[in-house]
């Protein structure tokens, strides 16, 4: 069964720097979701993605995220000027079409340890 | 704004038995999704079971049932023949009719004892 897959799967990086989080999302589907879990926390919603362009965002998602996709497969997830804070598990998901009349199908998740 | 509450952070059943996994949440809509996700150790979140709140009939997945009480705002997931692979976090998660954004909860840990 095709997967939505997120490299890496574990990034560590320094405060102040920028990381870029990849998900490739399963080929035919057109919706795409960015969340994150903080250790101990519920999952949060941080952004949808159709046709190019931002459908939602949550107020977490202020103007140091930043979503792309910059080719056919690729969906990421950057932030700029890291925070002790963004440390967290981060997952990325895809629909074939908008939720949820389909169900999300999501990653195995990207740990972000900001040091 | 939407929230959901998972009231039990951990539980427990012995394999073979039947636990219930209990979901509170808050919305001034008439119609919106419920769902639960199971997330397995280090593993991607799959989809367990899906409510649609017009429907009266309580969603079934095979050993997998919920109780949808919508005037009590409660979403309660039912596995009975518990087995080893469910042990897991599992989500109750709502989502409104335009599905642009999930609300999760905290999420109930699930051991299954052999």
């Known amino acids: 069964e095709p997967e939505v897959t997120q490299t890496p799967s574990h990034q560590v990086t320094q405060m102040g720097q920028e990381v870029i989080l990849r998900c490739v999302p399963i080929?035919?589907?057109?919706?795409f979701y960015w969340y994150r879990q903080i250790l101990g926390q519920k999952v949060e919603f941080l952004v949808s993605?159709?046709?190019?362009?931002?459908?939602?965002k949550s107020e977490i998602f202020d103007d140091q995220f930043s979503v792309e996709r910059p080719d056919g497969s690729n969906f990421t997830l950057k932030i700029r000027s890291t925070k002790l804070e963004d440390s967290a598990m981060y997952f990325c998901a895809s629909t074939p079409d908008r939720a949820p009349n389909q169900p999300q199908h999501f990653g195995d998740g990207t740990r972000l340890s900001i040091l | 704004a939407q929230t959901v509450t998972q009231s039990q952070p951990e539980m427990s059943v012995q394999e073979a038995e039947t636990v219930t996994l209990s979901c509170t949440y808050d919305t001034s809509e008439s119609d919106y999704y419920l769902f639960w996700y199971k997330q397995p150790p280090s593993r991607q979140m799959i989809l367990v079971i899906r409510q649609e709140a017009y429907k009266q009939q309580n969603a079934t997945e095979n050993r997998f049932s919920v109780n949808f009480q919508k005037a009590a705002k409660s979403f309660s997931l039912k596995i009975s023949d518990s087995q080893l692979g469910d042990a897991a976090m599992y989500f109750c998660?709502?989502?409104?009719?335009?599905?642009?954004?999930?609300?999760f909860g905290t999420g109930t840990s699930l051991t299954v004892i052999p």
């Open positions: 998660a709502y989502s409104d009719l335009t599905g642009n954004q999930f609300y």
């Open positions: 080929s035919n589907h057109l919706y």
């Open positions: 993605f159709y046709n190019n362009e931002i459908s939602e």
